[in-house]
């Protein structure tokens, strides 16, 4: 668990402590997070309250995918109850949720990541201007789930949101810069990673981070104008969503891709598959 929440930036434990938050709202989250209102991933356990060394692996995996569908029930809930103001809390909570989410790596070994779409469905809609839990979002949901085209969308309310006032924050610009990879490296949007990039630069020129940066993200653009044949960073990319994901479904949808693409499949002799690009003519 450790090693893959240390993959992202940890900026959003200083968000969740920033500012004040008033007694009444926080008293009225822990109620609705009491009452099984708000939900949350409990440790996985069976009857008999086993501990998880003492399961057997049909338990587990029965009491991992009893867990996924009653998680999926509370965030379905969680979608609908009104915020009475608090939506940056409720979006905190959920963003924790899905860290104990996405950490349990022996649950998720069962039942995959599916429902990391659901936990970033509501933090873009409660606060899209978070700008800190995109690059988690392209993550989980471009990478775990294999689905770059859920991940563009919700970061598109993040690009919508920041658009009235992007000097707010001054790390704007990744929302751009993370749009911009996920259509470059698993969509191969080369128009749209272009413009990505290039509002991205637009958006940290006038940051302490512009000097770096804003050449940079342009050149990027410029590069892909020139040369916009995308297929081998593609490659590695889905190459990298096909080895760490355990799903079947993303699985076939990663070969699906790389297929499409022209690597050729190989098979080991105990039938492990791999995949080559043979050389560009």
Not at 7 to 22: E, T, Y
Not at 77 to 88: C, E
Request: hydrophobic share 40%; no cysteine; net charge neutral.
């Amino acid at each position: 668990m450790e090693a893959k929440i240390e993959q992202f930036s940890r900026k959003w434990l200083s968000l969740i402590v920033n500012g004040a938050i008033g007694l009444a709202a926080l008293a009225g989250v822990v109620a609705m997070q009491s009452s099984g209102e708000l939900g949350g991933m409990s440790p996985v356990r069976v009857q008999g309250q086993k501990p998880l060394s003492a399961m057997s692996a049909a338990s587990f995996k029965q009491a991992a995918q009893q867990e996924a569908q009653q998680e999926a029930l509370r965030l379905k809930m969680v979608k609908t109850i009104p915020s009475f103001g608090f939506d940056n809390l409720i979006a905190d909570w959920t963003f924790l949720k899905f860290l104990q989410y996405f950490g349990d790596d022996e649950a998720r070994d069962v039942t995959g990541y599916d429902l990391s779409q659901d936990y970033f469905d509501i933090v873009t809609q409660r606060d899209p201007r978070w700008v800190d839990i995109y690059l988690f979002l392209s993550t989980a949901i471009s990478f775990y789930q294999g689905k770059p085209e859920t991940a563009v969308n919700f970061i598109e309310r993040g690009t919508r949101a920041l658009a009235v006032s992007p000097q707010l924050h001054s790390q704007s610009w990744i929302v751009w810069r993370t749009k911009g990879l996920d259509e470059l490296l698993l969509l191969g949007d080369i128009p749209e990673s272009i413009n990505s990039h290039e509002m991205a630069a637009d958006w940290v020129e006038k940051t302490p981070e512009g000097k770096k940066f804003a050449q940079m993200f342009r050149a990027t653009a410029e590069y892909l104008r020139r040369d916009p044949d995308s297929v081998p960073v593609r490659f590695t990319a889905w190459s990298t969503v096909y080895a760490q994901t355990t799903d079947k479904v993303v699985r076939q949808r990663a070969k699906q891709a790389l297929v499409k693409l022209g690597a050729q499949v190989q098979k080991d002799q105990d039938g492990n598959e791999s995949f080559i690009l043979p050389p560009r003519k």
